[in-house]
């Protein structure tokens, strides 16, 4: 009897341990969204994912060591200059919406360069990312270059590219 309740016990255990696990062959599919800002979406499991949550699935995920550093430092660096810009920006038109005088606009000014500033990082975190998840869905295989040779035919020499 002990032994009939040890092994349904540990059936019980390995069963909702296989019920409960995640999937871990899931691919990330990626598709652009928006009319007039268009912006990747991330997609596992029919979940659409941000640009933090794809980071942070590829941050547990030990075989992803060769990308998580070049994206987070773009993701970092473009959100703190994308937040510095809307605070610089809101500060001289707050002031000049609540008083008369007129407001520092060099702020703005400077708000302005940061935003233009961030777009190469998130261009950058665009490319790498993309990368980034066609390597996790080959299975962690790089994808080989494009090359060029020249190699004899039956009657002539020829280019080859591989690709």
């Known amino acids: 009897m002990k032994y009939t309740h040890l092994l349904l016990f ?3 255990t390995l069963l909702t341990s296989l019920a409960s696990g995640q999937i871990t062959n899931e691919q990330i599919g990626m598709y652009t969204k928006g009319f007039l800002s268009k912006k990747d979406v991330y997609v596992k499991c029919d979940i659409e994912m941000t ?3 794809l980071l942070k699935v590829f941050l547990k995920d030990p075989n992803m060591d060769k990308y998580t550093k070049t994206l987070a430092v773009n993701y970092m660096f473009g959100k703190v200059l994308s937040s510095t810009t809307g605070v610089l920006i809101a500060l001289p038109v707050i002031e000049s919406l609540h008083d008369n005088s007129s407001p520092n606009w060099n702020l703005a000014y400077i708000g302005a360069g940061c935003l233009v500033a961030s777009i190469p990082f998130k261009l950058t975190f ?4 993309r990368q980034a ?6 299975g962690y295989r790089e994808r080989d270059g494009l090359s060029f040779k020249i190699e004899p035919g039956l009657q002539n020499v020829g280019l080859v590219m591989n690709f």
Request: overall charge positive.
């Open 10 to 12: 540990s059936v019980l």
């Open 51 to 53: 640009q933090e949550q």
């Open 126 to 129: 665009k490319k790498k990312a």
């Open 133 to 138: 998840v066609a390597y996790y869905n080959s």
